[in-house]
């Protein structure tokens, strides 16, 4: 028995209309008010729209869920790790200088780490994971296999060094960074030659 | 009579931009030396002081780049960018444990927590009786440690050098009946910031860009940046230079070619890139031991969460050592807490709020470092061509050292426990932590060794040592009681590839003892090596 449905008159027209449009269409929607507001609030320029010059397209939105998934910083009174800390602009900058095999490596813990998902979230990559299923993932990767602990705690590491080596994430840790030259500490120079 | 004056501050060096810039220079030059001095850190720096002192023509070619101590700025993630080997990343094979090495004009005692250990006599002279090193027996060697010693300001920790981590170091080994002592370090009218991994911008660490660097450059000795040596040039069984590229820092770019010739090679690169650079030029190891038998010393941190606020990060980094296990079981734990960024390579952290709250935690914390004795059983390995080749650092606990590490970061949260901590993260990739003793052990015993061991603890290690051993059976060591390596005349070694087997203590006041007795060794067979 095939169900009817009623559509009132006021919606008339969105019958077409799939769920994944909806959202498609609220999210174009969402993404023009933000990016309205942000320039009126001045807010700083999403990590999606910086220029990364060592990152492929693909590892930078890894890089950037997974920073978003480790980092929920403003909710803990820290600057955030996308909009405030470059934290993916330094994870590139990082890569630059790698040598050319840890880069190579690296590439490949990061391919390997969007698209483990597939096998158990139904084909979808991590970064297109909602942020509640891609922190089950995180936690289930950290509590794997050797491999996969050995490959999330690589990623981990690389994010949140480059996090945590800003100094505007210091004031939220009590932790006063450099000081020599608050407490005015004088240089040695270099040691005399020794006598013998 | 040579009047000789040490530069107020800084060492002179030609870096990479003064080559370009220079056209006497160019993109291909050679330059003539008594003594080429590969690496500029504890080993390298030492014998180009005492060959420049001699009299003499030194040259020192050294592949990080110069970083004044002016210039560091406290931060660690910075430093790590600019003067750690591989930025801090560089691994095993299996890409789990951490290798330490500083990779600037200065080598690692830049970047050193400062800890000055002698062995114990028991060591050395088993180093004389075992090996044939009658010259580092006890006796022979204690003159050369004192010298040392003086030259690097080594002495005890004061009072006002023991920082809160240590104190909870302390009040957990007085309650556990452990035997501690306040570390020596080399380190004049420390300014207990707390900063030392990161360099000393007050130039108080007796680092050798303060000590034996300007004082060689005082003597006369020359120092080139960025550039990295390729091969030791060797015939009829003889050294007579390396050759070398000197690279822009920045880019990795080549910017010129240079070759070096010298009466006499010293490598003194480090337990990693000695051996690289002696399997690069070929040298004919009939030992077979090159690049084998590398000790590592690893070390896990374990992190204790107190209930008050104790700033552990302020102070002088390292307090005390715990020595109870140093003889017994070649355990070695000293105190320490580094920068916030330290923290994401000793332990999981976990991931979102979790993480967020640990690192939140910070100023409750104190730390150990846990040191074991391994079995030497590392290797390094050049594999590809001079240029565009790579190394290959393998190294896994073995099934004795993974219970070591697992032994000895228990007993360093009993420590901490004993101290009253309320919590304690182990250092492993699973993220494991313990409230209490009764806790520990059971999450300890979750630790499974595995495959190889790998991906279990967090290992890293600063103290390796032993690639290309010293000793006086040519079939069984690669480097001659004097230092040489057997087979080639006028090539030498003097750094911590030298030890002979695994030591449980830290190697940097050996290491510069070795490159004195090494230097005095050359000067002793001058009249082989040189003209005049």
């Known amino acids: 028995m095939s169900k009817t449905t009623h559509t009132p008159a006021f919606m008339a027209g969105l019958e077409p209309l799939s769920r994944r449009s909806v959202l498609r269409g609220l999210a174009v929607g969402s993404m023009a008010v933000t990016t309205g507001c942000s320039r009126l609030f001045g807010r700083k320029e999403a990590p999606e729209a910086l220029e990364y010059k060592h990152l492929t397209e693909d590892e930078v939105r890894t890089v950037i869920k997974l920073t978003g998934i480790l980092l929920p910083a403003e909710k803990h009174g820290l600057p955030s790790a996308l909009n405030d800390v470059p934290t993916v602009k330094n994870v590139d900058t990082m890569v630059g200088q790698m040598p050319k095999q840890t880069r190579e490596l690296l590439g490949l813990a990061l391919w390997v780490f969007e698209n483990r998902p597939m096998v158990s979230f139904k084909f979808r990559r991590f970064s297109k994971l909602d942020d509640d299923k891609a922190r089950d993932y995180v936690l289930a990767m950290q509590e794997g296999a050797f491999f996969e602990r050995g490959l999330t705690s690589t990623l981990k590491t690389l994010i949140t060094v480059n996090y945590w080596r800003d100094s505007r994430t210091w004031p939220g840790l009590d932790y006063t960074g450099p000081v020599t030259e608050t407490w005015g500490v004088r240089r040695l120079g270099n040691a005399p030659l020794p006598r013998v | ?532």
């Open chain 2, 1 to 532: 009579m040579r009047i000789v004056t040490v530069p107020r501050d800084g060492v002179p060096v030609t870096d990479a931009r003064a080559v370009v810039s220079d056209p006497a220079l160019g993109k291909s030059f050679a330059v003539q030396a008594d003594v080429v001095v590969v690496g500029s850190g504890a080993g390298g720096s030492v014998v180009a002081y005492e060959m420049a002192k001699a009299g003499r023509k030194v040259l020192i070619l050294e592949s990080g780049r110069y970083q004044p101590s002016a210039s560091f700025t406290e931060h660690l993630g910075d430093t790590m960018t600019q003067i750690y080997r591989d930025q801090a990343g560089q691994f095993n094979t299996t890409a789990d444990v951490l290798f330490v090495e500083g990779t600037c004009v200065g080598g690692s005692t830049v970047i050193g927590g400062c800890v000055m250990q002698q062995p114990d006599d028991a060591v050395l002279q088993g180093w004389a009786d075992n090996y044939g090193l009658k010259g580092l027996a006890p006796d022979k060697i204690q003159p050369t440690f004192d010298l040392l010693g003086e030259q690097l300001n080594v002495r005890v920790n004061e009072a006002h050098e023991i920082n809160a981590t240590a104190h909870k170091v302390i009040q957990g080994c007085e309650r556990m009946g452990y035997s501690w002592k306040p570390v020596q370090r080399n380190v004049k009218r420390c300014a207990l910031t707390g900063h030392c991994l990161a360099g000393c911008p007050s130039d108080r660490k007796m680092s050798a860009l303060v000590t034996h660097l300007p004082w060689a450059a005082a003597y006369g000795a020359r120092l080139f940046s960025d550039t990295h040596v390729t091969r030791v040039m060797i015939r009829n069984g003889r050294a007579t230079g390396v050759e070398a590229v000197v690279r822009d820092p920045d880019t990795g770019n080549i910017v010129s070619n240079m070759r070096v010739d010298a009466n006499v090679v010293v490598v003194a690169g480090g337990t990693v890139q000695t051996p690289l650079l002696l399997q690069r030029s070929q040298i004919n190891d009939r030992s077979g031991q090159l690049g084998r038998n590398m000790a590592v010393q690893p070390f896990v941190q374990i992190m204790g969460k107190f209930k008050e606020p104790l700033y552990g990060f302020r102070g002088a980094l390292v307090g005390v050592q715990v020595d109870e296990f140093q003889k017994s079981d070649g355990f070695l734990f000293v105190s320490g807490l580094a920068e916030p960024e330290q923290l994401m390579v000793q332990g999981e952290q976990g991931a979102g709020d979790e993480h967020m709250e640990y690192m939140k935690s910070y100023k409750y914390m104190a730390g150990i470092n846990a040191f074991s004795l391994d079995e030497g059983s590392g290797s390094v390995e050049w594999t590809g061509d001079l240029i565009n080749g790579s190394k290959e650092i393998k190294w896994n606990p073995s099934r004795r050292e993974f219970d070591n590490i697992t032994r000895s970061a228990g007993l360093a949260a009993r420590i901490f426990f004993s101290a009253g901590a309320e919590k304690v993260w182990l250092p492993t990739f699973k993220k494991l932590e313990a409230k209490n003793v009764f806790e520990l052990d059971d999450q300890l015993s979750q630790v499974d060794y595995g495959i190889n061991g790998m991906y279990t603890y967090r290992i890293n290690t600063f103290n390796s040592h032993g690639t290309a051993r010293m000793g006086a059976d040519p079939y069984q060591s690669v480097v001659s009681p004097d230092g040489e390596v057997f087979g080639v005349s006028g090539l030498y070694v003097a750094d911590s590839s030298l030890i002979p087997e695994p030591m449980a203590y830290a190697p940097h006041w050996t290491v510069q003892v070795l490159a004195k007795y090494v230097a005095d060794r050359i000067q002793a067979r001058a009249s082989s090596h040189f003209v005049s």
